[in-house]
């Protein structure tokens, strides 16, 4: 599985991008996939994740700092984050992640769970 991260702009306080994490290569309808971002000088930090929890549902989970902006959703092979209300410190290199196996509770969090990532895309938020 390749994934590859995109959608990534230059948008001013206030405004909305919407990143895509499209999947090549395989399937991952049932993996569990994660947005992380890293900011100069800092560390990769969670942003979002999506997996799926039968039928036609997903269950999603965010970090505190992007809960009520951000929104992950997932249609066929592409899993999307639509950035809302975005602020200067939201500016960072943003990468998907992947993995087939089912992640419980923090490790959904942590980078390192994850099988599968794509290069990364830059959003930079203006004040």
């Known amino acids: 599985v390749q994934l590859q991260a995109y959608g990534g702009g230059l948008v001013q306080t206030g405004g909305s991008l919407r990143l895509s994490c499209a999947a090549s290569?395989?399937?991952?309808?049932?993996?569990?996939v994660g947005w992380f971002r890293q900011a100069p000088g800092k560390e990769r930090e969670f942003v979002a994740f999506?997996?799926?929890?039968?039928?036609?549902?997903?269950y999603a989970e965010y970090a505190d700092s992007v809960k009520g902006r951000f929104t992950i959703f997932r249609d066929k092979n592409t899993v999307y984050l639509q950035m809302n209300s975005l602020k200067p410190e939201d500016t960072a290199v943003y990468y998907c992640?992947?993995?087939?196996?089912?992640?419980?509770?923090?490790?959904?969090?942590?980078?390192?769970?994850?099988?599968?990532w794509g290069r990364g895309t830059q959003v930079t938020v203006s004040s």
């Open positions: 992640a992947a993995d087939p196996r089912t992640l419980y509770g923090s490790a959904r969090y942590l980078g390192n769970s994850y099988e599968y």
């Open positions: 290569g395989g399937s991952i309808n049932f993996y569990g």
């Open positions: 999506v997996s799926w929890s039968g039928g036609d549902n997903y």
